[in-house]
């Protein structure tokens, strides 16, 4: 018998919200294919993309769910949040308004969608665009109180086009997923701060709407 006889499959639903513009499909082009595509188009509704993880004996599916900007004031998020075990809520770190925006949808998220438990699921917050000359600089300090003030679970500056803490990022998000998932044994659960995962295999991206 080969180890992937041994293999359990594990499928995790990630919401990727924030508002229009922030670049949540250039990461996620840049997480599941490490692709990056400078012309952009708004995602209408709802996007995905898939990706496919090793660890220990899991093969881990990540569906990454890429909500458009405008959705928060649509009737659908509901829906769309529907079963998601955690978040990334992304903000343009270019932009002084955007951070407030980030509170909003992960306000909207705290509201609609809970773990087993009737916990919030778990958020990550990443500041994107971290390459552009004209960011916003805020401290560790500053950027620490705020997710602790709004329920984050950790940030990440990133950069979908230089490839700057979007695997750190995701790979920090699924282990917390990881630890929260009852149906695996706790005393195999990930504890380590900075547990490795392997890209098993790049699945394409299935389509619905546009892209950004």
């Known amino acids: 018998m080969n ?11 990630v919401l990727v919200v924030g508002d229009m513009g922030v670049g949540k499909t250039s990461l996620i082009k840049r997480y599941v294919h ?10 209408i509704g709802v996007d995905f993309g898939l990706k496919e993880l090793h660890w ?4 881990i599916r990540v569906q990454l769910w890429d909500i458009a900007g405008q959705e928060r004031f649509g009737n659908l998020t509901r829906v769309y949040y529907k079963e998601a075990v955690g978040a990334l809520v992304v903000h343009d770190i270019t932009k002084p308004d955007s951070l407030e925006a980030a509170t909003k949808w992960k306000n909207d998220i705290d509201h ?12 990550v917050l ?7 000359p004209n ?25 979908a086009k230089e490839n700057r803490n979007v695997d750190e990022a995701c790979g920090f998000l699924i282990q917390k997923i990881l630890e929260h998932d009852t149906n695996i044994p706790e005393e195999v659960r990930p504890v380590a701060p900075n547990a490795a995962f392997r890209l098993r295999e790049r699945e394409h991206k299935n389509k619905k709407g546009g892209c950004c």
């Open 3 to 13: 180890d992937d006889d041994d293999r359990t499959e594990l499928l995790y639903k």
């Open 34 to 43: 490490n692709i990056f595509t400078p012309n952009y188009k708004a995602t």
């Open 56 to 59: 220990e004996h899991n093969t």
């Open 112 to 123: 609609k969608v809970y773990l087993p438990d009737d916990t919030p699921i778990p958020c």
């Open 126 to 132: 990443l500041c994107n665009k971290c390459d552009l």
């Open 135 to 159: 960011r916003i600089t805020r401290s560790q300090a500053e950027m620490d109180k705020f997710c602790k003030d709004h329920g984050f679970i950790n940030w990440f500056e990133t950069s």
